[in-house]
């Protein structure tokens, strides 16, 4: 990034930042003036996504999302480097198997519940006794379509991500009227996390799409701006569908 913002003043925390959607929320929150703190799994590229974002905006934390003890340090590092947490941005996550839920590992739907659902409520605890239950600020949760509608062959992921949705809702009743927590449901995102779904077939999947394209991480990233920005300070509990009009064609064919 070349010419950086005047500072806004704000701190987010965004898991699972170093490329994808969670890249794509830190970016946008850079780019409006916050500073941020990412974390994921690899160092290097966390490195690596901080020298885009720029050094003097953004940190990084290495480690897994559901370690509580990695949910700890991420939220210290805020607080050292920044002295704040305003923004926590819950978008790590995973999707390990592909198939019926008749033949589901049990031992894998288990990781995908503490990645995808237990991960969010810890960073969310974490920041609220850090930061938020006394000065205030915003969650947004990166939910899913497919925790809308059932999705064949990643129904686990589905599942945990109607969870999450749930758990935005529960939060938001909870945290009020300090702290506003909503979540955002994308489709098919262009991402190395959602590949599988549409690599060497991409012209295909986006004619499903009235907007005749997948989804990129600045979709959700702008997203993401709104639901942390002033403009969204009446909105709480609430979960934003970004779909490029998928949700349309329901029922439909």
């Given amino acids: 990034m070349t010419a950086l913002p005047e500072l806004s003043g704000k701190v987010a925390l965004v898991t699972g930042a170093s490329r994808g959607i969670g890249y794509g929320v830190a970016e946008a929150l850079v780019a409006r003036g916050d500073r941020?703190?990412?974390?994921?799994?690899g160092e290097d590229a966390l490195k690596e996504a901080v020298e885009q974002l720029g050094a003097?905006?953004?940190v990084y934390v290495a480690g897994k999302a559901h370690d509580e003890a990695h949910q700890a340090v991420a939220v210290e590092r805020a607080m050292e480097a920044f002295g704040r947490v305003d923004y926590l941005v819950n978008?790590?996550?995973t999707n390990p198997v592909f198939g019926p839920l008749a033949?589901?590992?049990l031992g894998v739907a288990r990781k995908v519940f503490e990645t995808n659902v237990i991960s969010a409520l810890g960073f969310a605890q974490k920041t609220w006794h850090a930061w938020q239950k006394d000065n205030g600020g915003a969650i947004v949760n990166?939910?899913?379509v497919a925790g809308i509608a059932p999705s064949p062959f990643i129904a686990?992921?589905?599942?945990?991500?109607a969870a999450m949705i749930n758990l935005t809702q529960q939060m938001a009743h909870e945290f009020?009227?300090?702290v506003r927590i909503n979540a955002i449901a994308p489709a098919v995102v262009k991402t190395k996390f959602a590949q599988a779904l549409y690599e060497g077939r991409e012209e295909e999947a986006a004619?499903?799409?009235p907007l005749a394209r997948l989804g990129v991480p600045s979709d959700i990233g702008g997203a993401a701006a709104f639901l942390t920005s002033g403009q969204s300070d009446w909105i709480t509990g609430q979960t934003l569908v970004v779909d490029g009009g998928i949700f349309l064609n329901a029922g439909v064919g």
């Fill in 207 to 209: 004619a499903a799409y």
């Fill in 142 to 144: 990166i939910a899913s």
């Fill in 156 to 161: 686990a992921y589905g599942v945990s991500k």
């Fill in 56 to 58: 003097e905006r953004a």
């Fill in 176 to 178: 009020a009227p300090k």
């Fill in 103 to 105: 033949d589901l590992d």
């Fill in 36 to 41: 941020v703190v990412i974390t994921g799994r």
């Fill in 91 to 93: 978008n790590a996550g």
